[in-house]
């Protein structure tokens, strides 16, 4: 089955810098990885995704960035700003259903 | 965007006692539904994958029949915790699948904190 998991279970950063989290996913034949972003008593936002034709897509202050030579995805935000202090899972879909399995997470907190 | 509703968001309920969650599209039909469950500080773990009339799947090690789910409508899961006990208690997250334009984009509803004393 697909293994999904994440560098660093933390990360603080000051508010303006940039901030980078990273993903490991070990399914080779991965086509599609999403990024959500989820607040303290609250469900998975969706941020950003990518397909497995392209190796970077940006949005809104945020660009993810995929290797699959190396089977890495990261997600930059950039100018973190407070309302970024969340966790953030990356996710794979996969099986006849499209199930998502979701990475260990990221506690971002951004410091004043 | 699509929006998906639980209700409720929290409860408590005595051990031995059933409860019942719902999770509603409320703006869009959703064929598939799908349940997870989250420990403080964890991830999201797929619990079964609701699909509108015939039976959830259920992963491995989940309890079908103690986890009863029923997606009965193209709007309405629900997923009753039946004789919960406290190690039950965890953040219940449901997701639906808008299949509207072929992307199978899944959005979440906003978690109900169940509490099991």
């Known amino acids: 089955g697909e293994s999904v998991g994440l560098h660093l279970p933390t990360l603080s950063v000051q508010e303006g810098d940039n901030s980078i989290i990273n993903c490991a996913y070990s399914n080779s034949a991965s086509d599609y990885f999403i990024w959500y972003k989820q607040e303290s008593g609250k469900g998975p936002q969706f941020i950003i995704d990518i397909r497995s034709n392209m190796d970077k897509r940006q949005g809104q202050r945020v660009t993810v960035l995929l290797n699959k030579t190396v089977k890495h995805l990261s997600l930059q935000i950039a100018a973190t700003q407070p309302g970024d202090s969340a966790v953030y899972f990356c996710a794979v879909p996969s099986g006849s259903a499209r199930q998502l399995t979701f990475g260990s997470g990221t506690q971002l907190t951004v410091l004043p | 965007g699509a929006v998906v509703s639980q209700h409720p968001s929290r409860v408590i309920c005595k051990s031995g006692t059933s409860v019942k969650i719902e999770c509603r599209s409320l703006d869009f039909q959703a064929t598939t539904m799908f349940w997870y469950r989250q420990f403080p500080k964890k991830s999201l773990m797929l619990m079964a994958t609701?699909?509108?009339?015939?039976?959830?799947?259920?992963e491995q090690g989940v309890e079908k029949d103690k986890f009863l789910i029923n997606h009965a409508s193209l709007t309405l899961s629900t997923l009753t915790v039946t004789s919960a006990h406290p190690e039950d208690s965890s953040f219940y997250i449901c997701?639906?699948?808008?299949?509207?334009?072929?992307?199978?984009?899944?959005?979440f509803g906003p978690g109900t904190r169940l509490t099991v004393t």
């Open positions: 609701s699909n509108e009339g015939s039976k959830a799947t259920y």
């Open positions: 997701s639906a699948e808008d299949i509207t334009g072929g992307t199978y984009e899944q959005y």
